[in-house]
């Protein structure tokens, strides 16, 4: 199943709300949604590999209630030129 990816772009921005000032986010951030309930981290990092990003935080929602993914995530890039490759996949 392909991946869609929406742009976010963050910046050297720290995060907002309960956690902010105590985790800085990465160079560049992407919305990853419509994804499959059954999707896994491994499988995003493996669907990323396979353009070259090798470096990224995945970041995956679940239901707080159940636990279960919610079909959407947010990866982290180290950099915009990884950031770029991972949109190779839209």
């Not at 742009?7 to 990853?32: M, V, Y």
């Not at 070259?52 to 279960?68: F, I, P, Q």
């Not at 947010?74 to 190779?88: R, T, V």
């Amino acid at each position: 199943a392909a991946i869609s990816a929406g742009g976010s772009d963050q910046k050297n921005k720290t995060s907002t709300g309960s956690l902010a000032g105590k985790r800085k986010r990465k160079a560049e951030t992407l919305f990853f949604g419509q994804l499959p309930y059954d999707t896994t981290e491994e499988a995003i990092r493996k669907k990323l590999e396979t353009v070259g990003v090798t470096n990224c935080t995945v970041r995956m929602l679940t239901d707080k209630e159940s636990g279960w993914f919610r079909g959407i995530a947010f990866i982290d890039f180290e950099n915009e030129k990884e950031k770029n490759w991972a949109l190779k996949l839209h």
